[in-house]
Antibody
């Protein structure tokens, strides 16, 4: 069964850093773009960052640009999100999602993980 | 405030039809970018319901139908069932933000 599994969440103080991981199973990892999507408590979904299948192109929401950095290791079938200068408003469940598109840039997300919780609080 | 606007909540009786709207602008839906729909059930992974405005992935019942017109899109659910009680989100690309955006979500209650 195709799966995505996030890890690395936790409680972190404002201004701190955290690195999330997303591991893939049962699909050809290197041919798929991936994204991170987050959901703050009681709120809706927010796209955070995306990366092309090769890792050569990356994209960021304005709210995280310059603080978050996305990367991937196709040999390990893993994607990462390095989160720096964390703020209280970054508190959320972070999901990784596989991206597909019919034509660029009409990305849609056809496989989602269950998420990892990040809490930014002193 | 989300770039794509959805009604926060809707309800319907079993067997009824409900339509969830997603209103955007000239920088996203109105610019011709595709709209996609997702279902979020508590305790389960988010599920893709509709992609490319009208397409259903394998396994999604034909009770779910997507459409797009102008700066808006809609998700219609016919023959409402108890298991359809969930949160629903639309998603598109926004050229002004140069990024992918979601609607604020609609909580659907089956009465």
């Amino acid at each position: 069964e195709e799966q995505l599994l996030e890890s690395g969440g936790g409680l972190i103080q404002p201004g701190g850093s955290l690195r999330l991981s997303c591991a893939a199973a049962e699909f050809t990892f290197s041919t798929n773009a991936l994204s991170w999507v987050r959901q703050a408590p009681g709120k809706g979904l927010e796209w955070v960052s995306g990366i092309s299948n090769s890792g050569g192109s990356s994209y960021y929401a304005g709210s995280v640009k310059g603080r978050f950095f996305i990367s991937r290791d196709n040999s390990q079938k893993k994607m990462f999100l390095q989160m720096n200068s964390l703020r209280a408003e970054d508190t959320a469940v972070y999901y990784c999602a596989r991206g597909r598109f019919l034509t660029w840039p009409d990305w849609y997300f056809d496989l989602w993980g269950r998420g990892t919780v990040v809490i930014v609080s002193s | 405030q989300s770039v794509l606007t959805q009604p926060p909540s809707m309800s319907g009786a079993p067997g009824q039809r409900v339509t969830i709207s997603c209103t955007g602008s000239s920088s996203n839906i109105g610019a011709g970018f595709d709209v996609h729909w997702y279902q979020q059930l508590p305790g389960t992974a988010t599920k893709l319901l509709i992609y490319g405005n009208t397409n259903r992935p394998s396994g999604v019942p034909d009770r779910f139908t997507g459409s797009r017109s102008g700066t808006s899109a809609s998700l219609a659910i016919t023959g409402l069932q108890a298991e359809d009680e969930a949160d629903y989100y639309c998603q598109s690309f926004d050229s002004t933000l140069s990024g992918w955006v979601f609607g604020g979500g609609t909580q659907l209650t089956v009465l």
